[in-house]
């Protein structure tokens, strides 16, 4: 379909770069799309999209350590558990004013809106899950015990450490993804973004630690 439409449009012979995320089906060497249009033009290097090498790079970033492992699954538990109850999210619209943006797994830098979320309500949050607790006749025991481990740990020294860290890496992450993703930037201007990106990164010593890993 790919080759079939840059045909119909005749600029096989202008194509001189490629770029797709790391999918097979997309980046293959063998029978990914960036072959069977290096079949038509040769000249069509193939370069790995770098929003998503960005989004690759924190997913690691965050795997590499066990306390960044609890934390960021967190995010996920969050997420479940106010959307499979109606009765919680009723409770989160009481006390909390406001609903947790949407999980995006593949896209790390998204959870900025997550952390910032938190950032935010934490108080809420902890006098939400606090009040799940203090009611057990309101509440199912499933809800009772999954709020009692988000009050642990919300309230953990190694959450809310985090919490602060990622609040400062995740705006130079969320910023940096949208002008990758932008058609309107040049190469020269997003390598520039790049360099940036990371001198503000390394501004903060606490921050340039957990993003390289050495925390």
């Known amino acids: 379909m790919v080759v079939k439409e840059l045909q119909a449009f005749d600029c096989l012979n202008k194509l001189i770069a490629q770029t797709y995320d790391g999918a097979a089906v997309m980046s293959g060497e063998l029978n990914g799309v960036q072959e069977k249009v290096k079949e038509h033009a040769p000249d069509a290097i193939f370069i790995h999209c770098y929003a998503h090498r960005l989004n690759l790079v924190l997913s690691q970033a965050a795997s590499s350590n066990a ?12 997420s479940t558990f106010f959307t499979t109850s109606s009765k919680r999210v009723s409770l ?7 609903r947790f943006p949407k ?12 952390v910032e979320t938190v950032q935010h309500n934490l108080e809420d949050l902890l006098q939400l899950f606090e009040h799940i607790v203090e009611t057990p006749q309101s509440f199912d025991q499933k809800s009772i015990n999954e709020a009692q481990g988000f009050l642990l740990t919300l309230s953990g020294f190694d959450f809310n ?3 602060q860290i990622y609040g400062l890496v995740f705006p130079f992450a969320q910023n940096l993804y949208n002008i990758l993703q932008s058609k309107s930037m040049d190469i020269l201007f997003c390598v520039k973004e790049i360099e940036t990106t990371m001198k503000n990164l390394k501004k903060s010593k606490l921050a340039s630690s957990v993003v390289f890993g050495k925390m």
Do not use: C, E
């Open 67 to 78: 306390k960044r492992n609890v934390f960021f699954s967190t995010w996920g538990s969050l």
């Open 92 to 98: 989160l619209d009481d006390i909390v004013k406001t």
């Open 103 to 114: 999980l995006a797994p593949t896209r790390w830098s998204y959870s900025d809106r997550l």
């Open 161 to 163: 450490i985090l919490l």
